[in-house]
């Protein structure tokens, strides 16, 4: 007996349903994180006062919000500097990584070096940071842009090299200047990997700050951190750190929105 | 079917331009032992539609490049109208490549409009001209799709349009038909050919197939390689339009003899 091809299941040919799915598999994973880690601290199976409870975070969240000055005045000190930073990593980043991609000498002489700083851990340096900038805003703005501008650079030079020679042919042939290269060619295709590159660069310029903060300055979310955590206030660092990952989240989910709106153009290129 | 169109400034309503060809010769590279092409004269008047045939590696796409000002000479030169072409001019000749390059990230219609807005053209003024010149292939309703929306015989319409929007003297097609399939080639080659050869578009169209240089062209020029020279010019004397029948003809079938032969002997050599 001939067997009935086998009907394929109508989420594996709707993208949407399949989005729905993966995101209620990622709630329940979530949900179930924090219940689990409420069940342990409950039972005594992890200690409460080194690794705090879900509960006792959402209370602490209330009474930190409410009417702790200090929380607020943390929040906008870590966004005004990372702010700074991500604008002197872009400014640094962009043109770094155009001119490293356009200019063969340029990429022989230095690109070296930007691997090789992008390859060795960078807080081992934090403390001539703070011999060069001094402790606080400055240290954290310039070791937030340094983590940042590496990135930035990095992938502007991939998103340039991806750049196939025959639309650079193309413009040539139809009278394009090297400016007109520049606009209607390189900022377009190399536009997925800046996004890419700009993303990264604002992750690790978050980083970098967070970790300054925490190490040579006395502002800050990074600084509180440290603060709550040295006092064992662990419940009032774990509502700063759930803060700062959730953050980042909701800013990568926005930059992806963003990049998606800005190069549509990418989901019609067939492989 | 595509629709009609107004006949282009040809011979019969504007000065005839020429695209001379004088003792090419083009090296790659100075220490290289032979030069890509060599020795290499032709005349292209406007309106003729010339096929260039000949072996892999014969030079035909060097040609091509050297015609638009796309390479330098080593010696000899390539004048249009007696004015060197030192540098493309897509105004003078425009390129249709084969794998037609249209910018993934610009709509169908911004593509088509490209060459006119680095000629200086006003924005407005070129999106209305690209859209018209779509229209003149038939792909009115794709201009604000993105080019990875369409099939290849659809992007090759739309490097075809951006390629007349310039309205150049001369189009210079580099095997444009060659990454289609048989079928798409067969019919898309013929539409397009037969509108522009009523339009009096000159045409310069490089081909590895036998039959299209014979059935488009009104002037057959051969290659040989090693290195690349012209080796015949064949005139191809049916009258236009014309229709498949034409390939069942004994004139055909001559010509694909004459052509197979001419081609055979360079073939085998490099071979050797």
Known sequence: ?271 | MLPNRTVRETKETKMISHLNVENLEIRYNVNAAEPAITGVNLEIKQGEFVTVIGPSGCGKSTLLHAMGGMLSPSSGGIYLDGIEMARPDPRQAAFVFQDYSLFPWKKVVDNVAMGLRFAGEDKKVALEKARAELGFVGLADKADKYPGELSGGMQQRVAVARALALKPKFLLMDEPFGALDEQTRRSLGQELTQILHDAGQSVVLITHSLEEAIFWADRIVVMKAGPGEISKEIVVDEPWPRSLEFMTTARFDDLRAELFHRIQPTTASEAK
């Open chain 1, 1 to 271: 007996m001939v067997k009935a091809p086998r009907k394929l299941p109508a989420a594996r040919l709707d993208p949407s349903a399949l989005a729905r799915k993966a995101a209620l598999y990622r709630t329940l994973l979530v949900i179930g994180f924090f219940v689990l880690w409420e069940v342990l601290a409950n039972i005594g199976a992890i200690d409460e006062r080194s690794a705090s409870k879900p509960t006792a975070i959402l209370a602490a969240f209330g009474e930190m919000f409410a009417g702790n000055t200090d929380t607020y005045q943390a929040l906008s000190d870590t966004l005004y500097v990372l702010v700074i930073a991500f604008i002197i990593a872009v400014a640094i980043g962009m043109p770094l990584g155009l001119a490293l991609a356009l200019n063969a000498t340029i990429r022989e002489a230095y690109m070296s070096i930007v691997i090789y700083l992008l390859g060795i851990p960078k807080t081992i340096f934090l403390p001539l940071f703070v011999l060069f900038f001094g402790l606080g805003n400055g240290s954290a703005i310039a070791f937030g842009a340094v983590l940042g501008f590496l990135q930035i650079t990095v992938n502007v030079v991939a998103g340039v090299d991806s750049i196939e020679p025959r639309f650079f042919r193309v413009a040539s042939a139809f009278g394009g200047s090297k400016w007109h290269s520049f606009v209607h060619v390189i900022l377009p295709g190399a536009a997925p990997a800046i996004f890419a590159g700009l993303w990264h660069g604002v992750r690790n310029a978050f980083i970098g700050v967070l970790i300054a903060q925490m190490f040579v300055s006395n502002i800050g979310i990074g600084y509180l951190v440290k603060v709550y955590t040295n006092n064992f206030n662990i419940d009032s660092a774990m509502v700063l750190i759930i803060i700062s990952a959730v953050a980042v989240i909701l800013l990568g989910t926005l930059w992806e929105l963003g990049e998606a709106r800005l190069t549509k153009w990418k989901s019609t290129v067939r492989s």
